[in-house]
């Protein structure tokens, strides 16, 4: 039998494999890119690193929010000895060697399990050869006591990381603070990994997508067992990881912390505000707390929860979310609303009737200037009563809600009862009845002015929070206008945030100002003036008392102030929870802030150390 | 002396050079392929000889001097002394069984890294003593005897592979049944000789016996391309919105392959041949797609626990970081080579460092090859095997000597079942089994063996002339 023929079964045994291998080749090599993904996945990893978020600068350059260096103690249990001094180790870091083992299984635990569905097999995601962080965030001098001998414990290493520090132990309500992304953060926005930080309140949070960065991606080729082995392709593909701009506050942090320590065994508010441009100075919520507490995750568990459930509620930010009714400081706007609206004139007159509404005893308002003086009680009365019942209408029930429509609008365009564009979390708009309010309570034409008088007073209905009484304190001094409050003057170099740039105007003209604002020069500096605490020597203070009546205990001492009279440089709200007249508490503390930020020092030594040593908590 | 020169003069000019150069060429890229995949930093000498590309070189060189000494050896030598090399191959065989077990085999023979593996010798024992054995019987002589002791000869070494074990080495030896059926003998005396048992029946012999050995290929191979291929879709990213079911990608392929060996064999064949020869074809087309149509409807047909053990027999199923781990990351390796390749010495996946693929520089060599090279070197690689290939066969057919004929068809099957294993589990079109690709792993063993197999057949080839050589 000839069997010659039979090379070519050969043959084309040896074509029909290698074409088809070539086919598959060219397949799986160039068309199916799904094998260059699970490479990708296997072997070329991304490394993220995050830059040192933007730090802060007060007005006058000083560091406020620092980036300190820090260290994590590492764990690789691969490198760890096989016999580990568990005692000896837990000696080292100061922990109980129960501490340490039940780190050890926090860690294993809380890598979580995986299922392989076709095994069934499940497993644990803990890698012996991967590094897990043991102690977090030690400061350099905890790792400086244990770090010579770490060496005896093979397995353990230490690692850099960054964490906020603040060299002044102030404006933590302002600054906010740092803690870990939670799981939705991750998914929300992938430029979260888990255990990256984010800006949790005040301007870490608002300004949390300028200050974290821009992070690097670094390329690298893993092995197998995880390890980076060299950069992916010479780092041809890697970004340089980029710090976020510097904010620069226009708080000053002296003032602050000045704020701060007057504040000391009060509860309340100091809101100081710099009127030409809308910038805060100070912002002081009382009682607060050290920022320092909150830095690194020990000591945020370590302190939240006691600061958390404080009666005193130090973390409340009482400057921005606290709703109280403005007082005697909001007759400032309804003498101004009533002059634009013309149903009074600056030398208008009413009688300290007190039948409507309660007065203390004081010389008659001839003009309206010594009703702000004298704060005169039935005067504002009258004054709204005009705004508010113009006579459009025949029946009181129906002209009051035209009148109050326009009321709300005076007032909204003060930036009461609307939420501040302030860049900061935590913003409550306060409360301007409108007639829709007044509808739901008591029915459609079913209420006239007597039902809502004590609104004139301050009293009543409305709420504003101590942010809108700096505010207002603010627009009286530029006598009609105001850039909205806000605490950075520039992020970079790049200035504010475009809407920090833009004049708001009030309903009311320039003229309607005057006689409004010589009545808060007379408040201060002539006698017979509800403030004369707040006088400083040779600056003119212009301000307003308040006395807020509280159901629930003492009244709640209130004062806005700005000054000097003439190109005034800080407008001022301070509010002190139930410690009286206006006069007594709050305008002295405006006093001393003001003379602190005009003069940079102190010439009434008595009164500072009344303050400091008075404790109304 | 001038006669000596002579006659080395002789030796050289009747070396088949294409096939030398190729093999030149091969150990060349071999040895740079190695260096990058074991490539150390610390020790970046390709001279280094503790790295193991510098043993690799000395692999090589020690490979040349055996060549050496072929060449200067009287071809007859191998025809006189098939018997004992034979013999000597099956006590090293033996006596690596009481060796120590090295990776669960007892496979190596001598210390660590100096030590040789008697199985890769084997191949060309066997080789020799096949071909003497062929060389030795009438080809019409050809009973069930005959069969047996070609058979028998096959068996020893191959029972004694599987008990060190080593599989991939023991599949490589099925290869000589090729060689067999190309010599005509087939398991067709035995089929007759039980097919004629049954009353009334009396063949001269049958088609299914004489070709079985190329028909259980072709179904295997079939099917097991078809169980792979039935379960994907085929994508092509450049069409997108294109897709295949598998089967008919199958189908495609074969009527693509049908028309392509017609075309060929159409070149070769002679003009009364050619109408046969496209009978074959379509017969051939008809009964590949009929067998891919079976195992395809017929896997479809499986209940889930017969599905499910197959599946896993042949990787499809997804456990890439279980049972499936080496083929994944090797598959990955390949398949992210791209066009270009990610260059020389870039390899992530298949890097010695990033040691993703194990064995790297040994039985996954190939991965280094085609992450780095991508599809341009793994096609030259092919092309280069395929040209070896076919060479060694035309080689073979233009032997006087049965015994060469054999001998070349012999290293033919060899090197192409390294060849379609090795790149096959690199692939996923064969079942992972450590086998080396010749001239490419590092090793001393397989570079030593394929070259002196390569030597001889060189030796042989250029003494052909020889009367009776």
Redesign the interface.
Known sequence: ?N??????????????????????????????????L???????KRQQITPPRGVFFDRRGKKIVANKTYFNLMMREADMKEKFDTNAFAKLIGWTPMKVKSRFWEIKLGEGKYK?P??G?TTSNYQKIRSYPFVKEMSMEEMANIAPYLQNFPGFYEEITSMRSYPYANAANILGYLSEVNGEEVKEDHFYRAGDNIGRAGLERFYETELRGIKGIHYI?????NNA??P??NGKYDTIAKQGPALHLGVDIVLQAYGEKLMKNKRGCIVAIEPSSGEVLALVSAPTFDPNLFVGKRSISKNYSRLISDPSKPLYPRPLSAEYPPGSTFKLIQALTALQEGVIRPGTSFPCTKSMVGCHNHPHARNVSEAVQYSCNPYFYYTVKKIIQQGKRKKVTEDAPIGLAKWTKYMKSFGFGVKLETDITGIRPGLIPDPAYYDKWYGHNAWGFSTIRSNSIGQGEVKATPLQLANLAAILANRGWFITPHFVKSIGSKGPLAIYKKKQYTMINRVHFDPVIEGMRMVVNEKGGTGSQARIKDIVVCGKTGTVQNPQGEDHSVFIAFAPMYKPKIAIAVFIENAGFGGTWAAPIANLMMEKYLKKKITDKEKEKHILESDLD | MSRNMKRDESILGNIDWGLAIVFLIMVFMGVANVYSAAFNPKHPDLFDFSQKYGKQIMWVGISMFLGLLVFLIDASIYRKFAIPIYLFCLVLLVIVLFMPSVNGAHAWLGIGSLGIQPAEFAKIGTAIALSSYVNSINVKQQNVNTVIVANIILLFPMALILLQPDAGTFVVFTGFLFVMYREGITYDPIVLHLVNLIPGVRFKSTWVGSHFIPILFVVVFLSIITLLMSNNTIHFFLFPGIDIPGFFGVIGALLFMGVATYLILRFFASKRERNRITMIVVIGFFLCSLIASIVNFGFQGLKKHQKDRIELFLGLREDPDGEDYNRNRAMAAVGSGGFFGKGYGNASVASVESNHVPESETDFIFCPLAEEWGFLGSFVLICLFMFMLFRIVQIAERQKSRFNRVYAYCVAMILFYHFAVNIGMDIGFAPVIGIPLPFFSYGGSSMMSFSVMMFVLLKLDSQRGDVLG
Request: aromatic content about 14%; overall charge negative.
């Open positions: 039998m069997t010659d023929a039979r090379r070519y079964v050969i043959i084309v045994f040896f074509l029909l494999v290698g074409s088809i291998y070539a086919v598959r080749l060219f397949y799986m090599q160039v068309m199916d890119d799904s094998w260059t699970r490479a990708q996945e296997i072997a070329e392989n076709h095994t097999k080729v893993t092995s197998a067992l082995i060299e992916y392709a």
